[in-house]
């Protein structure tokens, strides 16, 4: 395994597997959440490969999404680490949102993060000229500019996952399970793909919160070839990204009451998408823990808002 540099102590490498109880089968998590505090869940993985780049290599990192994104906030967390400056483009705030900063963004701009707002239809055009068209798309027009996609979808990403991968197989082998069905929610899609290549052994499976599987699959194929191990899966009922539902909240209670905080944007329709398909997943079940808890805060505002929650 890696040796870790720097960042030794705040690291709990690997993560720990504990159980809870889904619609009467026990199922096993893999507390991905807890490896780093700032860093959080599969953004840590995805990131991993930055934390090991000398802090020399790079002065700037730039990226850009959604004002409340977790890769947001975790980019933050290690350019802050890292000593590098972070410039994060998204699309203009309303006042309310910049009056009441909250969870990922007051997290981003706490850690140092520039923040350039751009008009909403020009966002794209602006995101599009970033890009130089050389054979490695991630180096900036700047020296010392590195360029992270959105959701840091990046092929770095690899060496992180790559290692989550290792963990989960170890320890596969560890309790003798021979049957494994890995199950962890995608964005970008990232996670789930580079988990699907290093584990040809085990069934993984998803599904997309942002857009369809079809949407989905492409962002992933933009990466790497798919694996036929990777499953991605759907629910009856559609969901629209970032919106409460009040089934999530009840999932997050359910969760809540085992000791162990989901998220609320991904982790409510990957256990439902779950749920559906569980009867025909034979032998043992290890969902992966995405982590995104910090953004929680917000999110518990709007369903308190809403009534679906008292406290
Ligand atoms: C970013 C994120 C994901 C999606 O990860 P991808 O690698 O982009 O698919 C899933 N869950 C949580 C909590 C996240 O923050």
Redesign the pocket.
Same mark, same amino acid.
């Given at each position: 395994m890696k040796q870790q540099s720097l960042t030794e102590s705040k690291i709990n490498l690997p993560s720990t597997v504990e159980t809870f109880v889904f619609h009467g089968r026990t199922i096993y998590i893999k507390r991905d959440d807890l490896v780093d505090l700032d860093l /959080? #869940? *599969? +953004?840590f993985r +995805?990131l991993f490969f930055l934390l090991n780049t000398p802090s020399e290599n790079y002065k700037r990192i730039i990226s850009y999404g959604g004002s409340q994104s *977790? &890769?947001m906030a975790s980019i933050a967390a290690l350019c802050k680490r890292k000593g590098w400056q972070f410039l994060y483009i998204t699309k203009t705030l309303s006042q309310t949102l910049k009056n009441d900063l909250q969870g990922n963004l007051a997290s981003a701009l706490n850690d140092g993060m520039k923040l350039l707002e751009i008009e909403h239809d020009a966002f794209e055009a602006v995101v599009r000229s970033l890009y130089t068209p050389t054979p490695d798309s991630r180096v900036g027009s700047f020296e010392g500019d590195l360029l992270l996609a959105q #959701?840091g &979808?990046d092929l770095g990403a690899k060496e992180g996952v790559a290692l989550l991968a290792e963990e989960i197989l170890a320890w596969k082998i560890e309790h003798n399970i021979e049957h494994l069905t890995v199950v962890t929610? /995608? %964005? =970008? #899609? =990232? =996670?789930?793909l580079y988990l699907a290549k290093y584990m040809k052994e085990v069934a993984v499976m998803t599904t997309p919160l942002v857009g369809s599987s079809a949407y989905l699959k492409e962002q992933m194929q933009a990466l790497e070839r798919l694996p036929d191990n990777l499953h991605i899966l759907e629910t009856t009922k559609k969901y629209h990204f970032a919106k409460p539902y009040k089934e999530y909240v009840e999932v997050y209670e359910m969760m809540k009451a085992q000791g162990i905080e989901m998220?609320l944007?991904? &982790?409510p329709k990957m256990l439902s998408a779950l749920s559906e398909k569980m009867s025909e997943i034979e032998g043992e079940i290890l969902y992966v823990h /995405? %982590? #995104?808890t910090k953004g929680n805060v917000s999110m518990l505002e709007r369903y308190k808002r809403k009534g679906w929650r008292r406290i």
């Open positions: /959080s #869940g *599969n +953004k +995805k *977790n &890769a #959701g &979808a929610p /995608s %964005g =970008t #899609g =990232t =996670t789930s998220d944007l991904y &982790a /995405s %982590g #995104g």
